[in-house]
């Protein structure tokens, strides 16, 4: 058995892209400090901050709502308030949402739950039984989505609706290096390699606009496969199932090819993720994302119609994207 790199220790996992064995204590503390890392870097937390803390049952969150815990007493006048929006997928959500319970009961803290049947009157399982039911039928002008694109909407409202509703000036997400990686490649294989400069990499806005928390992610130094591993190593509760509907998505497969390209070129997300920060600054004309970032504000926000959440403005009718999903889709 090779021996730890730090402390010479028996290792328990090797990181193939740094070649380093690690111990399992050594290799944990090094998962914090590039949380800590993220924080300095990004300037996520500080003193005085409400942060609601997105969990989901998953090793991504408990993660994240472990470390932030920590950081949180050491910085202190930090309050976290965790929130577990629930989409209403029978058999997947009610699951994980048991062990996003027993997950803060352990670190002591009460988490609050949102559900899109409450925010938008119908649940994901609701959503996709009708979008097969109106294809069906093919009832004209109807262009059923993938259920990643209805998702990602409802989810993301859902979160920022959550966090505003706990009082919280910040919302944290379990966004790691595989994510960023990910969505930087779905952005260039689409060619849409400009919706890589607003996408933002961890610190969100420093001052977001009226109606919206800012939106940090803790983890993105951090792989998914070293979430799952730190999780296991300190006896975190999380649930490994996937979402049912997740093959729809085309996520999916370029998670598979990168996932693929990490075994044989390890690195390759790393690398990814190094680019896409070195690119963003190029997208966003030489600056940084913050002040990027700010000069994005001065491009008006619309209100939407129907639920008067603020939008972008590019959705049609005045709605904002979730209402021209539900409206589509005759919830609304």
Request: net charge positive; proline share 4%.
């Amino acid at each position: 058995m090779p021996a730890c790199l730090k402390c010479g220790l028996p290792a328990a996992m090797r990181m193939e892209y740094t070649m380093q064995d690690l111990c399992g204590g050594c290799f944990t503390a090094q998962f914090e400090r590039r949380v800590a890392k993220t924080n300095r870097d990004f300037s996520l937390l500080r003193r005085g901050d409400i942060v609601a803390v997105g969990v989901s049952g998953g090793k991504d969150s408990a993660a994240m709502l472990y470390c932030l815990d920590k950081m949180a007493k050491r910085i202190g006048g930090i309050t976290l308030k965790p929130i577990l929006i629930d989409e209403g997928i029978e058999g997947y959500r009610n699951v994980a949402a048991l062990k996003a319970q027993e997950l803060c009961s352990q670190l002591g803290y009460t988490l609050q739950t949102f559900s899109y049947k409450e925010l938008f009157s119908a649940s994901m399982d609701e959503v996709m039984a009708r979008r097969d039911e109106l294809a069906q039928e093919g009832k004209e002008g109807f262009t059923p989505r993938i259920s990643c694109t209805y998702c990602g909407v409802f989810r993301k409202q859902a979160l920022n609706k959550a966090a505003l509703g706990v009082g919280a000036n910040k919302l944290a997400v379990g966004h790691n290096a595989d994510d960023t990686a990910q969505t930087f490649m779905m952005n260039l294989m689409r060619s849409e390699p400009a919706r890589n400069g607003p996408m933002g990499s961890a610190g969100g806005e420093e001052e977001p606009q009226e109606g919206f928390a800012r939106r940090v992610k803790p983890l993105v130094y951090n792989l998914e496969i070293e979430c799952a591993l730190f999780c296991k190593l300190k006896n975190l509760p999380f649930h490994l199932g996937g979402c049912p509907y997740a093959g729809e998505s085309f996520r999916g497969y370029v998670k598979d090819f990168l996932n693929g390209a990490e075994k044989n070129y390890p690195g390759t997300k790393f690398n990814l993720l190094h680019s896409f920060l070195e690119i963003q600054k190029g997208l966003n004309g030489g600056k940084s994302q913050k002040s990027a970032i700010a000069a994005s504000r001065e491009i008006p926000m619309a209100q939407c119609t129907r639920c008067g959440e603020k939008h972008s403005g590019r959705s049609t009718g005045g709605l904002c994207k979730a209402c021209e999903f539900l409206t589509e889709l005759q919830f609304a």
